[in-house]
C-alpha cells in the first residue's frame, strides 16, 4: 500500500486482513488464495495472549484468597464464577466434574478475546507498523479459524461425553436406529450426521459473524471520522453509541457459546 492514496474501502480492507505464515514460509497479508497449512500469527498469538491473561487474572484472586472477608478483586471473580457454576449445573443434566472448568474457560476466554473490539484497530495497526509489522486483526473471534478451532474442541467433547456415557456400542447403536427405529437405519445415519455436523458450525459462524460484522461497522466508524469536523463529529457519536451496544453483544456472545456448548455436551449424554 505503500505510494498509494489510501481510500475508505482499502482502509476497511487492509484492517480486515490477517497477518500469515503462509505455506511457502512466507509472512504476509492474508488472501483468498491461502492454502489449508497457512496460520493466523494474530489470531493465535492474541487468542493465547487473552488466555494467559484470563489465568493471571483468576491467579491474582486466589493468590490472596481467604476465608473470611473476601478483598474486592476475590469477591468479583467469585461472583463471576459462581455465576457461571450457577448457569452450567442448571443446564447441564449428567455426572461430570469437567462441565463448569469447560463452561469457565469458554467464557471468560471469548469475552477476553471480544472485548478487543473496544480498543480502535489503528491502536494496534500504527505501533505494529512501526515495527514493520503491516497486517494485524487484532480480534481473534473476528477470524473463523478461531471460532471454528473452539466449536470444534466442544464437538470432540461431546463425543468424549457421548461415548464415555453410552459407550462405542450404545453411542454406534443409537447413531444408527434413532430416532426412526432400525429399519430406516440410511435415514437415521443422515440426519444424525447432519445434526452432529451442523452444532459445531452453528455455534462457530454464529459467534464469527456477529464479531466480523461488528468490526466492519467500527471500521466504517473510524472511516466516517476521518471525514473532516462533521465526520469527527458523526463519527464520535456513531462510535460511542456502537460501543454501549457491544457493551451488552459481546458478553452476551461469550454466554451464548458458553451455554449452548453446555447445552450439545448435556444432550450428548441423553439418550433419545
Excluded at 88 to 104: C, E, M, N
Excluded at 123 to 146: E, I
Amino acid at each position: 500500500m505503500a505510494g498509494e492514496a489510501e481510500t475508505p474501502t482499502s482502509y476497511i480492507q487492509h484492517h480486515l486482513q490477517n497477518l500469515v505464515y503462509s505455506e511457502d514460509g512466507g509472512v504476509r497479508g492474508s488472501t483468498a488464495t491461502d492454502g489449508f497449512w497457512s496460520i493466523n500469527l494474530d489470531t493465535i498469538l492474541t487468542s493465547v495472549t487473552m488466555g494467559l491473561i484470563v489465568t493471571f487474572l483468576f491467579w491474582i484472586a486466589t493468590r490472596k484468597a481467604t476465608a473470611g472477608v473476601p478483598g474486592k478483586w476475590q469477591a468479583f471473580v467469585e461472583i463471576l464464577l459462581e455465576f457461571v457454576d450457577r448457569q452450567a449445573r442448571d443446564t447441564y443434566h449428567g455426572s461430570s466434574k469437567l462441565v463448569t472448568p469447560i463452561a469457565i474457560t469458554l467464557f471468560f476466554w471469548i469475552l477476553l478475546m471480544n472485548m478487543l473490539k473496544f480498543i480502535p484497530a489503528d491502536f494496534f495497526a500504527v505501533p505494529l507498523g512501526w515495527l514493520g509489522v503491516n497486517y494485524w486483526k487484532p480480534v481473534p473471534t473476528a477470524d473463523v479459524n478461531a471460532t471454528l478451532g473452539l466449536s470444534i474442541s466442544v464437538f470432540f467433547l461431546m463425543l468424549f461425553f457421548a461415548l464415555r456415557s453410552k459407550g462405542l456400542g450404545g453411542f454406534t447403536k443409537e447413531f444408527l436406529t434413532a430416532p426412526f427405529g432400525k429399519w430406516m437405519m440410511p435415514f437415521n445415519l443422515i440426519l444424525n450426521i447432519v445434526e452432529w455436523v451442523s452444532k459445531p458450525i452453528s455455534l462457530a459462524m454464529r459467534l464469527f459473524g456477529n464479531m466480523f460484522g461488528g468490526e466492519i461497522v467500527f471500521l466504517l466508524i473510524w472511516v466516517l471520522g476521518g471525514a473532516g469536523l462533521l465526520g469527527l463529529l458523526g463519527g464520535t457519536v456513531f462510535g460511542l453509541g456502537w460501543m454501549i451496544f457491544h457493551i451488552l453483544v459481546i458478553p452476551l456472545q461469550a454466554f451464548i457459546f458458553m451455554m449452548l456448548s453446555i447445552v450439545y455436551l448435556s444432550l450428548a449424554e441423553d439418550a433419545h
